[in-house]
């Protein structure tokens, strides 16, 4: 079945210091990849997305690769901060089932100030 | 931005109990959906909606059960709660284009005691 896999499970940086999260998926139909933040008892919420016909995409100090050949694509967080740190869900959809998103298991950032 | 509520925020609760989890949103979405986030982090979609009286199961197997009745509302009820059913729930919404972001409410946490 349809499946998103991330990694890794935690990372752990420097202030300061950049941090990848990189996922891989398994539906060839998926045409748009989000990337979800999740703070400590919060709902997660939208950070950058990036659809299949473009290859990379920057928001200031995050940014987003695809390669859809490959069915691969990372979140790059540059100069991070304290606040930075939270749970990072990759997710992958498009028009198969319904609109349903398929999330990767998330990652947990922790910036060491 | 979507303004999505979730009551109550933490619920506490003996086994057997017939329970009601609310979800309401304010911006008419028609899809919406019920997530199961385990202490792993991982997000299980549980059931999801097209729309007024429109409710599918989702990914994980749940015995909780859902209805939408109007646009705005979509609750979650547990017939008999469990230990086993201790988790975080978080309700969601997608707008009206296939690809658009999920807005995530802030979630009940349940325990079964």
């Known amino acids: 079945g349809e499946n998103v896999e991330q990694h890794p499970s935690t990372l752990s940086v420097q202030e300061g210091d950049s941090a990848v999260i990189k996922c891989t998926y398994s539906?060839?139909?998926?045409?748009?990849f989000p990337w979800y933040k999740q703070e400590l008892g919060k709902g997660p919420q939208l950070i950058i997305d990036i659809r299949s016909n473009v290859g990379e995409k920057k928001d200031q100090r995050i940014a987003v690769t695809l390669n859809k050949t490959a069915k691969h694509f990372s979140l790059h967080i540059t100069e991070t901060q304290p606040e930075d740190s939270a749970v990072y869900f990759c997710?992958?959809?498009?028009?198969?089932?319904?609109?349903?998103?398929?999330f990767g298991a998330g990652t947990r950032l922790f910036v060491k100030a | 931005e979507a303004d999505i509520y979730q009551t109550p925020r933490y619920l506490v609760i003996g086994t057997g109990k017939k329970i009601t989890l609310e979800c309401s949103q304010t911006?008419?979405?028609?899809?919406m959906y019920w997530y199961q986030q385990d202490p792993g982090m991982e997000l299980h979609l549980i059931h999801y909606s097209y729309g007024v009286n429109s409710t599918e199961k989702g990914d994980l197997s749940s015995e909780s059960t859902v209805s939408r009745i109007r646009t705005e509302h979509f609750p979650l009820t547990l017939e008999s709660a469990r230990p086993s059913h201790t988790s975080q729930y978080l309700c969601?919404?997608?707008?009206?284009?296939?690809?658009?972001?999920?807005?995530f409410g802030s979630g009940t946490q349940l325990s079964v005691l």
């Open positions: 969601a919404t997608r707008g009206a284009a296939t690809n658009e972001k999920l807005f």
């Open positions: 997710a992958a959809g498009g028009n198969t089932g319904g609109f349903k998103t398929i």
């Open positions: 911006m008419g979405h028609d899809k």
């Open positions: 539906d060839s139909a998926s045409n748009y």
